[in-house]
């Protein structure tokens, strides 16, 4: 069984998240901590009481946006100790998944927090703390077709996949949700990751905006710049000035390089006479 402290700077997220885990019958114990000063004081003495210590920590479930230090900030700091406590991230926010994978969290659990989905997380921290005898974890009938909750998936991964030729596979964090390729408008290089741009929002997914170029230039996507990726039918408008060429994709004006300004121009001028 888990003993857990989860840190979340608002009191009323707080107390909702510990009444969470509580119910639990995974979790042993959860004690919460409202800053960093706090929990930072209390890693510190678990590590110092030892793993089989009163005061021990197994997993610690983390807000990102607080006042001081953020989730990520005491993310790195724990790094450094020897055994330190599993991380997941609960935070609103989910833009900031690549950090935390990096960081070898557990699991991303975005806000407002599922009591199923939060389950699925401490399933993933029993998992990989090689605990057993643990409740089995039911699966909750999925809001839509498109978001289900997947079997199990080695812990802290955000993946992708093809589904079928006209969908893409996003998981973030047990979730998978099955975005339509005409439905993006242009894809985003950020490192190793691509951005995922639709009317609707945006996802990121651990994938190369080079090898989207190769498996999608059939579908209408063409490379403007190292950056970008566009589907050539979402072009609102190219400009012209001063030397420099952009284009408008909805409300998004991208730079074309010029490397591949001309090449742009020309499959342009080929699609309106086509």
Same mark, same amino acid.
């Given at each position: ?6 840190? !979340? ?13 509580? &119910? ?10 409202? !800053? ?58 989910? /833009? ?104 609707? /929002? ?7 905006? &080079? ?21 050539? &039918? ?11 060429? &952009? ?28």
């Amino acid at each position: 069984m888990l003993r857990v402290l989860a840190v !979340d700077d608002e009191k009323p997220l707080l107390e909702e998240l510990l009444y969470l885990l509580r &119910s639990d019958p995974r979790v042993l114990s959860a004690e919460g901590a409202s !800053d960093a000063t706090e929990a930072l004081r209390r890693v510190t003495r678990a590590l110092e009481s030892g793993p089989d210590g009163a005061d021990g920590i197994d997993v610690v479930f983390l807000d990102i946006h607080m006042a001081g230090l953020t989730g990520l900030d005491i993310a790195r700091l724990l790094a450094g100790f020897a055994q330190p406590p599993l991380i997941v991230f609960v935070t609103a926010h989910e /833009g900031f998944a690549v950090q935390a994978f990096d960081l070898k969290a557990v699991d991303y659990v975005l806000k407002p927090v599922r009591p199923q989905r939060l389950a699925e997380a401490v399933r993933r921290a029993c998992a990989q703390l090689g605990r057993t005898g643990e409740a089995p974890v039911a699966a909750e009938p999925a809001a839509n077709p498109s978001a289900v909750v997947p079997p199990r998936r080695p812990a802290a991964e955000v993946t992708v996949a093809e589904r079928a030729p006209e969908q893409i596979a996003v998981e973030l964090g047990g979730v998978t949700r099955f975005v339509a390729i005409a439905d993006i408008a242009y894809v985003e290089a950020q490192g190793d990751y691509a951005r995922l741009h639709t009317d609707e /929002g945006s996802h990121l997914v651990r994938i190369p905006v &080079s090898t989207l170029e190769e498996r999608w230039a059939a579908r209408g996507f063409v490379r403007i710049h190292r950056r970008h990726l566009v589907a050539l &039918s979402r072009i609102d408008e190219i400009r012209l000035d001063a030397g420099t060429t &952009s284009v408008r994709v909805g409300t998004a004006e991208l730079q074309v390089s010029r490397r591949h300004a001309r090449e742009l121009r020309d499959l342009l001028m080929r699609q309106a006479t086509g």
